[in-house]
């Protein structure tokens, strides 16, 4: 039988028994299990404007400058896009000092499942783009899409189309789909993860 095993775990792929998400490592308070899609349930978890996905902040950073916050970010946005959940083309294609705008695009692996013989993940694909004032900045994470299964029979989902109310949450909204729910929790959680690290680093003295 061990023999078997580990020539099955030969033939997964390259990186399957590493992967996890990163970011989720800090450890959380336990969440009571009845509750635990309470703030996925919420009415427009996942916003929209103008018919599209966008999670949007503005995040407060009183004692900065425009010059100061651009730096900042920017400099985590060139962090974020070498991390290693990063996969292919993932940048930071805009840096305009000038306007003090920025602009980066995503292709990172999100992973739902990671256990010794099963790794269930998708390619998550989105953009940040922040503009930077005095004592504030304007974030946005848009253009969100997902290339799941890729292994096998791969699917391409939009946000729009998958993640929202109308596609993730019962009508009653008492829980969430088994497939397109799994997407919309991590893409929340992501999303909060991201927005809490900028507001942490813009707000450090």
Not at 8 to 17: C, E, H, Q, R, Y
Not at 19 to 28: A, F, G
Not at 150 to 164: D, F, G, L, Q, S
Not at 178 to 205: H, Q, V, W
Request: neutral net charge.
């Amino acid at each position: 039988m061990k023999k078997y095993l580990i020539a099955f775990m030969l033939a997964l792929p390259l990186g399957m028994t590493a992967q996890d998400n990163t970011w989720e490592r800090v450890e959380t308070e336990p969440v009571q299990k009845e509750n635990r899609d309470a703030k996925y349930l919420v009415k427009d978890a996942v916003p929209e404007i103008d018919g599209k996905v966008c999670f949007h902040q503005t995040i407060e950073a009183p004692s900065k400058t425009a010059d100061q916050i651009f730096d900042i970010l920017r400099n985590q946005l060139e962090k974020m896009v070498n991390e290693p959940n990063q996969i292919e083309n993932s940048i930071v294609a805009l840096a305009d000092a000038e306007k003090h705008e920025l602009g980066a695009a995503f292709h990172e692996w999100l992973v739902f499942k990671n256990a010794a013989l099963a790794l269930d993940r998708t390619k998550f694909n989105f953009q940040i783009i922040a503009k930077c004032e005095d004592g504030k900045a304007d974030v946005k994470l848009t253009r969100i899409s997902y290339d799941y299964d890729t292994n096998r029979k791969p699917i391409h989902y939009v946000a729009e189309e998958w993640i929202t109310d109308k596609y993730a949450v019962n009508k009653k909204h008492t829980k969430l789909y088994p497939i397109s729910g799994k997407f919309r929790r991590k893409t929340i959680d992501r999303a909060n993860f991201i927005f809490n690290k900028f507001s942490t680093l813009l707000n450090e003295k």
